[in-house]
Each structure stands twice: as structure tokens, then as C-alpha cells.
């Protein structure tokens, strides 16, 4: 059963205090009626249990410069072919068949349980879809500047739920992506996209799949930003990024799994960012998800809000984050400020592939519990690390709280590059202290204040678990 956290995290710190000089930069209105579990903050994710509006030919706050009613498939193909961009096109309640609107041309209905459609593909322009649920068919955004999605249920897609062209732009509001045979939304190169009070679960695919075609070489990245969100119960992925820019606040990614065939049988991590992408995240929950939470690869983030309180939270999901080949081809870096990252499986932040320029301030690793994970080699070993420090990577920590880690509160396996300061162990991680294994000379980190000693070892008594892999590029 799913745990729902509260919607403020309130960090341990075990009365650390202290400054994060390596970090130092700088809602929606909530529905009348939300649906149980589809809280965000202050909001509501998802259609609205209320119609649009009153009238039942519902075309209010649009600007419409002609108003088209129809009542069945035959009227709606007689409207679409005379409508003009800036026309609406108003359905009563029933059922329809596709439709292809013209360019700058408005669907509208009046609530998503009244009206439905086989499908809908916007062509172009300023159009609006909204009030409506979108059938077998999803939507297809072709092309569209300003283009909106609005109260739209869209369940059941035969493909993508909603798929999103290269260069378009549009915002999609109050709207349900569900139970769609691959992904939730898909958006493609140069596209421009803002997603808010939005729900995508149940899909057989990643929720969210927003990737450039030419990954590092990308000239013109998708640009994705989500707002009070809840991306849970989806496959392969929550939020998958390649070579995409990315900004998510207020946001929830719960309960992915590995995929149900032997096409998706991978994945099932919560956020992935990989091949040169670029994450802003603040005010995040990422919880039980069947893979790693976070994992940031050869990409840019800034996970939290150094300017603001702690808000990231990253709780019983197998691997909590891992950052790997930062740098690479680089320049990167990773800031992850004010994480709270408990109860995951195995490992509770796990850094690897040789990266550089990784900086962790004012977070905290406790109660990692022991897991069964893949080690070099190929066998399963039971692991429960909270910081496992790997291939010589580099890390500049000020500011980190480790408690009730049952292998190893800090494990440095090699060479590692870096500096520890102001790191606090208890609940039993001061008893395991800081371990360097495997040591044979070279680079070590630094100790700073309030820290303690690293223990150092050339034997390698703890076996290391093998990264967690990311989603492929191509499914």
C-alpha cells in the first residue's frame, strides 16, 4: 500500500548547523473537489470533477471568432471543413468520431465525462482541446504556437497519449494521461512545453519521454517544465529525459515499475537524466519506485533549492539517487541541496563513473535497508550503503547527516577526489564511520570541519553493487 508523505519534507539533521558555502546562488488553485490520492500541495492533478462551465454549449474564456455547435459526427465533419483559424468548435454531450482540426482552430466540450472523442491531432496554431476525453487515438500535436490542452481525459491510447512534435509550443493544464498501451506524453525535439495540475499513470510505457533525436549533439533541446503533478504507476520510466531540458516543482513520481513485456521488460526508476540534460527540480517527492529514484547521467541538475528549505524527498525506492559520468563529454555539474533521501533498498546515494564536479549540501541518508543487489561479477550480495563513493569521483560534500545505514554510512571503494565537511554520523553509522577500501595510494578527500577521520584500507572487504542501468534511447 502506498505511503503518502506529508507535503513539506522536514530534513534530518541531527542538530547540524551550518552554512553550505559550495551552494550559495539564490501553485495553482486548488479544485472545488479533488479525488483522493490526486492532492498536490495545494492543488489537484488531473481532470476536473466539475464541468467546464454551466452552459452546455461551453465555449467561456476562449476567444472564439466564430462559434460552431455540433451534435454528431456528420455536423462536426460539416463544421471542421469550413472552420476557419480562431473558429471554436462546440460538441454537446456524445460520442465522436477523430478529428483533424485546422490550424488555430478550438475543440471544445464541456466536461470529459460528457464528451468523447476517438482522438484528436491539432495542426497547427493557437488552438485550444478542452473539456473532452480523448479515446484509442490520444492527441497528436503536428504543429501548434501557443496551443492549449485543457480538462482533457486522454485513456486508453492504442500509442502515445499525448505526442508532441518537434518545434511545437502549448501548455497542458487539468488534464489525465492514463492507461495508454507506451508512453503517457511524449515531446520532441525544440518543443516547448508547460504541464500543470496534471496526472499521468497506468501507462504501459514511461509517463513522461522527452528526448532529442541527436542526444549531446542536440542543437535544439525540448524544454519541459511541470507544476504540481503526479507522474505514479507508469513502466520503463516517470520522467525520462535525453538531451532535454527539464524544470519540475511541486511534483510527485510514485510507483514505477519495469515493463510488462519483453519490449519494456527494463527500467522502472523514477527520473531519469541522461545524455546531456538538464534538470531543475525543487519541492520533489520520488517514492517507491521499483528502480533507483533519481539517477542523473552525463547531464546537468540542480535538485533542490539552495536559496529556500529543504524539499526534496527520495524515499523507499531500490537505489535512492545515483550519479554517474558527470562531466563527461562536460563540462556538468550536479547540486543536490537539501535532500532527504530514507528508506531506499540497498544504496542511498550512489556516485560512479569517474565524475566530477558533484556537490551535496544540507541532506541527509538514513535508514538505508539491506537489499539484495547485483555485485561485480555477476552474483547477488546483500548491500545497505548510505554514500557509496566509487571510481575515483569526485565530491564536494558540506553539510551531510548519515543514520541507521545498516552496511557502511560512507564507503569510498579507491582513489577519490573531494572534500567532506560538516558530516554528521549517528544511529549507528558512527560506529562504521568513513571507509576507504581498496587503497593502495593516490587521491583522497579532504576533511574539513566537523567531520570525522576516513578509516583507509587496502583490503576490500565489502563487495561493490554494479550501477543501476538507465532507460535505453531506443525502446
Known amino acids: 500500500m502506498r505511503t503518502i508523505f506529508s507535503s513539506r519534507v522536514v530534513p534530518f539533521f541531527f542538530g547540524l548547523a551550518f552554512s553550505c558555502a559550495a551552494c550559495d546562488g539564490s501553485k495553482g488553485n486548488p479544485a472545488a473537489v479533488c479525488p483522493e490520492g490526486n492532492e498536490i500541495r495545494a492543488s489537484c492533478a488531473g481532470v476536473p470533477v466539475e464541468p467546464v462551465c454551466p452552459e452546455e454549449a461551453c465555449a467561456s474564456a476562449v476567444d472564439c471568432s466564430d462559434t460552431l455547435s455540433v451534435k454528431d459526427d456528420a455536423s462536426l465533419a460539416s463544421a471542421i471543413s469550413g472552420a476557419a483559424p480562431g473558429a471554436c468548435v462546440v460538441l454537446a454531450p456524445g460520442s465522436y468520431g477523430a478529428v483533424a482540426l485546422p ?6 466540450g464541456r466536461s470529459a465525462d460528457l464528451v468523447t472523442v476517438e482522438g484528436v491531432t491539432v495542426g497547427g496554431g493557437a488552438s485550444v482541446v478542452r473539456g473532452l476525453t480523448a479515446g484509442s487515438a490520444g492527441i497528436a500535436v503536428e504543429s501548434a504556437t ?9 485513456t486508453g491510447a492504442s500509442g502515445r497519449g499525448i505526442d508532441i512534435a518537434a518545434g511545437a509550443s502549448l501548455t497542458i493544464v487539468d488534464t489525465t494521461v492514463e492507461a495508454g498501451a507506451t508512453d503517457g506524453i511524449v515531446i520532441a525535439d525544440g518543443a516547448t512545453v508547460t504541464i500543470e495540475r496534471t496526472l ?3 501507462n504501459a510505457g514511461p ?11 542536440c542543437a535544439d533541446k525540448p524544454d519541459v517544465v511541470v507544476r504540481s503533478s503526479i507522474i505514479r504507476d507508469n513502466h520503463v520510466g516517470g520522467v525520462v529525459l535525453f538531451a532535454a531540458k527539464a524544470d519540475l516543482e511541486a511534483v510527485d513520481v510514485s510507483g ?37 529514484g533519481l539517477l542523473i547521467d552525463a547531464s546537468d541538475a540542480l535538485v533542490g533549492d539552495p536559496t529556500g528549505d529543504p524539499s526534496v524527498e527520495i524515499a523507499q525506492n531500490t537505489v535512492g539517487v545515483w550519479a554517474q559520468h558527470i562531466s563527461e563529454p562536460g563540462p556538468q555539474t550536479v547540486t543536490l541541496d537539501g535532500l532527504e533521501i530514507r528508506d531506499n533498498k540497498g544504496v542511498g546515494l550512489g556516485v560512479s563513473g569517474e565524475t566530477v564536479g558533484l556537490i551535496v549540501c544540507r541532506s541527509s541518508v538514513h535508514d538505508t535497508t539491506g537489499a539484495g543487489l547485483l555485485v561485480e561479477g555477476g552474483a547477488s550480495q546483500q548491500v545497505g550503503d548510505g554514500l557509496l563513493w566509487l571510481d575515483g569521483s569526485e565530491i564536494t560534500i558540506d553539510g551531510l547527516a548519515l543514520s541507521g545505514n545498516p552496511r557502511s554510512s560512507i564507503l569510498i571503494d579507491g ?6 565537511t560538516n558530516i554528521t554520523l549517528e544511529g549507528g553509522d558512527e560506529e562504521k564511520g568513513i571507509l576507504q577500501q581498496g587503497y593502495s595510494g593516490g587521491a583522497q578527500p579532504t576533511i574539513g570541519a566537523n567531520s570525522p577521520a576516513i578509516s583507509v584500507t587496502s583490503d576490500s572487504p565489502l563487495q561493490i553493487p554494479v550501477p543501476p542501468a538507465g532507460v535505453p534511447r531506443n525502446l
Not at 490550424?103 to 471544445?108: F, I, K, M, N, R
Not at 501557443?146 to 486522454?154: D, N, S
Not at 540534460?277 to 517514492?287: E, H, I, K, P, Y
Open 415 to 420: 582513489e577519490a577526489q573531494g572534500s567532506l
Open 103 to 108: 490550424a488555430g482552430v478550438s475543440l471544445l
Open 256 to 292: 514505477t515499475l519495469v515493463g510488462d513485456d519483453i519490449a519494456f521488460g527494463l527500467g522502472g526508476g523514477g527520473i531519469s537524466a541522461a545524455a546531456c540534460s538538464s534538470l531543475g527540480a525543487r519541492d520533489l517527492q520520488v517514492f517507491e519506485n521499483e528502480s533507483y
Open 200 to 202: 499521468i499513470e497506468d
Open 207 to 217: 509517463g513522461l519521454w522527452v528526448a532529442c533525436s541527436t542526444d549531446c549533439d
Open 146 to 154: 501557443g496551443a492549449r490542452i485543457e480538462a482533457v481525459r486522454v
